[in-house]
């Protein structure tokens, strides 16, 4: 039996928060793939977990990270490290995803925000020892997710706790 493969692609634009710029590139295979099931399975918010670039000053982030406004500090911070990575690609690269979870955490982005990227960023981990070096952190971001209201539950969504246990389990190699 022979399977064909499937290839899905998503268009993706973005103007850039810092110079206008418009930027637009064809996403495919895995990375539309996975995030095409991400957000029926998990349903976590509107947040688009795609990386995108800007393709004349090189800012970094998801989607949605180009649609905010920044103080001027904010934008020379994403600025200084978007130009250290631009050579860095964007698809199906784990390292590239990490370098955002980083921004986002030193931007003080909400929980939920950052957790999300992690979510791509261990999709993308290939290397079953930092994969499992990762998960912890992004069950600390799973399972203290502040509401609104600044209260927190225990699990941001019910349909969570799957992944969440998977994820322990295979930190605990059971």
Do not use: W
Request: proline share 3%; aromatic share 14%; net charge negative.
């Amino acid at each position: 039996m022979c399977f064909t493969p499937y290839y899905v692609t998503h268009q993706q634009g973005v103007k850039c928060p810092y110079d206008n710029h418009f930027t637009q590139r064809t996403v495919e295979d895995s990375e539309t793939l996975f995030y095409g099931g991400f957000h029926q399975k998990f349903d976590i918010s509107n947040y688009s977990p795609y990386l995108a670039r800007c393709g004349k000053c090189n800012f970094l982030g998801t989607e949605d990270d180009f649609k905010k406004k920044y103080s001027k500090e904010e934008m020379d911070y994403i600025l200084k490290v978007s130009n250290k990575h631009a050579h860095q690609k964007l698809d199906n690269n784990a390292a590239i995803y990490r370098v955002v979870i980083e921004m986002k955490k030193e931007l003080n982005h909400p929980k939920i925000e950052i957790a999300e990227v992690m979510l791509a960023e261990l999709f993308f981990e290939l290397d079953p020892e930092k994969r499992k070096d990762k998960i912890p952190e992004l069950l600390g971001y799973l399972e203290h997710i502040e509401l609104e209201d600044g209260s927190y539950q225990d699990k941001y969504h019910s349909n969570l706790s799957y992944s969440i246990s998977q994820y322990k389990q295979e930190v605990s190699g059971e």
